[in-house]
């Protein structure tokens, strides 16, 4: 009865997955803290105005949902998979890699084309016509994301977590954190909010680029730049068409 209710048991060692968890808890923390919070505490401190911290958030926020919402459950799956290729055949992480960055990119950056090309209809629908000025932060900071992704931007975090490579996580998030600062420090006082999210922007692409380093010397693996530049050029050309044939068909 104390096995079917409670399970077999048997002692094991939890320093290695106590100091694991540590890590990984320390790397999501510096992640909020030095992230858009950072920036959102330093736009209260040089008094920009609630309102505009409203619409830097709601802005950060829609960027956010389509950057991670579209791949929700991605995550759990694409580590499982970069630790079960580990140890059966590690001969083929460098192609899962690639395969799975170009399946992001082909997901991810048409819907951030066309939410940036269709983002003055957008934001009055989701939100109300009193966020129009966070359109622009927006497409702004859309288009670090779109950079980031084709870095491998994701990818190459879910391998670095399967490999346990922690250490490397949290110098990145550390030196990005740190950038997001400086750069926050710097911008905000003469450009308000659109410095801050030149500085969370700059921030991403700096995490993200310590990330592909470190999977290109790991893994020697080929970044997805043409194929980002094919899916890219694609969605431009089909926003364009869509934006002259709508007016039509609503016409």
Not at 94 to 114: H, Q
Not at 162 to 188: D, E, H, Q, Y
Not at 193 to 219: D, E, N, R
Request: hydrophobic share 55%; charged share 10%.
């Amino acid at each position: 009865l104390k096995d079917f209710l409670f399970g077999h048991s048997t002692a094991v060692a939890l320093r290695s997955m106590i100091l694991r968890g540590r890590q990984y808890w320390i790397n999501g923390l510096l992640e909020f803290i030095l992230g858009k919070q950072a920036d959102i505490l330093l736009l209260s401190y040089f008094l920009v105005g609630a309102q505009v911290i409203g619409h830097y958030d709601v802005a950060m926020s829609f960027a956010q949902l389509i950057n991670f919402g579209l791949t929700t459950g991605l995550y759990g799956i694409s580590i499982a998979t970069f630790a079960s290729i580990a140890v059966t055949n590690e001969r083929l992480l460098p192609r899962y890699w690639e395969s799975l960055s170009r399946a992001v990119i082909v997901v991810v950056v048409p819907a951030f084309i066309f939410a940036v090309s269709f983002a003055d209809i957008l934001f009055p629908t989701v939100y109300s016509p009193e966020y129009q000025p966070s359109i622009h932060l927006f497409q702004v900071y859309a288009v670090f994301l779109v950079v980031t992704r084709v870095l491998g931007g994701g990818t190459a975090a879910d391998y670095l977590q399967a490999s346990g490579k922690t250490g490397v996580l949290i110098l990145a998030s550390g030196v990005s954190g740190c950038v997001n600062l400086i750069l926050a420090f710097i911008l905000i006082p003469g450009f308000g909010a659109l410095g801050a999210v030149y500085a969370t922007g700059v921030a991403a692409l700096v995490i993200a680029g310590v990330h592909a380093f470190y999977s290109w010397k790991l893994l020697k693996v080929h970044f997805p730049i043409r194929a980002g530049f094919l899916v890219i050029a694609s969605g431009i050309v089909c926003a364009g068409l869509t934006k002259m044939i709508v007016p039509n068909i609503a016409g």
